[in-house]
C-alpha cells in the first residue's frame, strides 16, 4: 500500500479490485481543487459495507477525478448499534453535536420535536454532510444514519420493544440512577441488550408531561447525569462516552 494517503473519502459506489469510480461536485471540488491532487496520487475510499481500500487517481482535471480502486486495506469492522435523539438547539451547535456523536460511535441520528425545542425545521442533508465528513476524518468504517425529526409522542408510541433507552433526565426522582451506576448495572445483565438509543432533551429540558411519558415506557433506564445541569451539547457527549465505556466497543 502507498505511503503517502492523500485524502479519505465515503462513497456509495461498491468497492472491488479494478472498479473505477467517477467523484464529481464537491468531492471532485475537494480533491482537485482543495487538496491539489493528480493523477498517480493515492486515496482511501469506504462504503460502510465494504470496508476501506486504496484507489489511485488516474485523471484529474476542472474538479473532477476518475479513481481506481486497488486493493482492500481493511475489512468491514462491527460497529456498536446506538441511537442519538436531540432536541434541535442552535444551529451551530447542532454541527458539533453531530460531529461528536459521529466521532464517538453511534449507528443513528435523529432530531425530536419537544415541547421547548428552540427548532422546528432542520436540512436532513447538511446534518449527513456533517457526519459524513466527521466519519472520513476519525476513520471509523461507516456513517450514522441520519432521520429526518419526529415528535416526541411519535417516537414514544412506535418505540421497538427490543431496544433500551438512556433518558436523560436533569431534574430526576427517587427512581433516576447515577449514570454510573445504572450502566454498571446494565454491564452485570448477562445477556444485556445490544441494541440502546440515548435521549437528551432542549435547553430548558423536558416538560413534567414529557418526562412521565418517557417514563411510561418499560424499557427506559432514567439517569442523571451528575450534580451540575449540563448543555445539551455536553450532555450527549458525555452521555454516548459513558455508554461506551460501559457497552460499547471501548470495552
Known amino acids: 500500500m502507498s505511503n503517502n494517503i492523500k485524502a479519505r473519502l465515503y462513497v456509495e459506489h461498491d468497492l472491488s479490485a479494478g472498479g473505477q469510480i467517477l467523484l464529481e461536485g464537491s468531492q471532485g471540488h475537494y480533491l482537485v481543487n482543495v487538496m491539489r491532487l ?8 469506504f462504503n460502510g459495507r465494504q470496508g476501506e481500500w486504496l484507489a489511485e487517481i488516474t485523471k484529474a482535471h476542472k474538479g473532477r477525478a476518475v479513481v481506481v480502486v486497488e486493493e482492500i486495506v481493511m475489512t468491514q469492522k462491527p460497529e456498536p448499534d446506538l441511537w ?6 442552535k444551529k451551530a451547535r447542532i454541527d458539533y453535536m453531530v460531529q461528536k456523536a459521529t466521532e464517538l460511535g453511534v449507528s443513528l441520528i435523529r432530531p425530536v420535536l419537544t ?10 442533508d447538511k446534518i449527513r454532510l456533517n457526519a459524513i465528513e466527521a466519519a472520513e476524518q476519525c476513520e471509523r468504517f461507516t ?10 409522542a411519535a417516537l414514544l408510541k412506535d418505540w421497538p420493544e427490543d431496544r433500551l433507552m438512556m433518558f436523560c433526565d436533569e431534574e430526576g426522582d427517587q427512581n433516576t440512577f447515577p449514570v454510573g451506576r445504572a450502566m454498571d448495572e446494565v454491564a452485570a445483565w448477562q445477556d444485556r441488550p445490544k441494541k440502546w438509543a440515548i435521549l437528551i432533551g432542549p435547553e430548558g429540558g423536558f416538560t413534567l408531561d414529557e ?5 411510561s415506557k418499560a424499557n427506559v433506564v432514567p439517569v442523571t447525569l451528575g450534580p451540575r445541569i449540563l448543555r445539551a451539547d455536553t450532555a450527549a457527549i458525555a452521555a454516548i462516552t459513558l455508554w461506551q465505556s460501559y457497552a460499547g466497543d471501548w470495552r
Open 38 to 45: 493528480k493523477a498517480a496520487d493515492h486515496i482511501l475510499l
Open 84 to 89: 442519538y435523539l436531540f432536541a434541535p438547539i
Open 115 to 124: 415541547a421547548r425545542t428552540n427548532l422546528d425545521r432542520l436540512k436532513e
Open 143 to 152: 456513517v450514522p444514519t441520519v432521520e429526518p425529526m419526529i415528535k416526541l
Open 211 to 215: 418526562r412521565r411519558l418517557i417514563r
